[in-house]
């Protein structure tokens, strides 16, 4: 079984702040590390797929950094808006004789106006 | 809209019945992966096929098969049904042979499926 952990599991900040959360995982067989941003009641949708260490992501207000030394990776969003109100998702490949994906159970962010 | 499509929607039947559920892929993606979400759990990776073939297997029951076709949509069956098999199942579907590659996934709309 491979643990991937992602914390906080939730949290609710103001507009306008700037907030991060963690998805660890295993440091070893590394492959690639996918995150999603889910929506209630509508599917996971990519946001980024970070394969090398010292990655760094950013798509709008949203960046994502990777650790594969230390296995983890944080995902930042600058001034948060009630429209990026969803569950964060991250995934971990690892690589090997036989790849399993393993999805964490998500950060679930709430943005109050 | 992430291009994959999925039917139906919603599905509510009883135990020990079978039901197949569809998943269409993007265009140009091969690949088609199967997931189910159970209440309080994470996503779980079912299987997933590349162009036709099998091509890795996850949580996945024995009560469970799937099939992907010549123009690439991909069934799921469900048969032997239980209570415990309510969830939400999703397919995605993605360039990439792997299973978590370097490709991003598409995921559908999903299939809520609820046995009672």
């Not at chain 1, 969003?77 to 998500?106: H, R, W």
């Not at chain 2, 299973?99 to 709309?109: A, D, K, S, T, V």
């Amino acid at each position: 079984i491979l643990n991937v952990e992602q914390s906080p599991q939730s949290l609710h900040v103001q507009e306008g702040d700037s907030t991060n959360f963690t998805c660890s995982f295993p440091s070893s067989n590394f492959y690639a590390l996918h995150w999603y941003r889910w929506e209630t009641a509508k599917s996971p949708e990519a946001l980024f797929v970070m394969t090398l260490n010292g990655d760094e992501k950013k798509k709008g207000r949203i960046s994502a950094t990777l650790n594969t030394k230390e296995g983890y990776s944080y995902l930042y969003i600058k001034g948060s808006q009630p429209e990026d109100s969803a569950t964060y998702l991250c995934a971990f490949g690892n690589s090997g004789g036989y790849q399993k994906v393993t999805f964490g159970t998500g950060t679930k962010l709430q943005v109050i106006p | 809209d992430s291009g994959v499509t999925q039917t139906p929607k919603h599905l509510i039947t009883a135990t020990g019945q079978r039901v197949t559920l569809r998943c269409s892929p993007r265009s140009g993606d091969l690949s088609v992966y199967w997931y189910q979400q159970s209440l309080d759990q994470g996503l779980q990776f079912l299987i997933q096929y590349y162009n036709g073939e099998e091509r890795a297997k996850g949580n996945i029951l024995e009560r469970f098969s799937a099939q992907q076709f010549p123009d690439l949509h991909s069934e799921l069956n469900l048969s032997s049904l239980e209570l415990g098999d309510s969830a939400l199942y999703f397919c995605a579907s993605s360039a990439t042979h792997q299973m978590i590659g370097r490709y991003e996934q598409y995921f559908g709309p999903g299939t809520r499926l609820t046995v009672t």
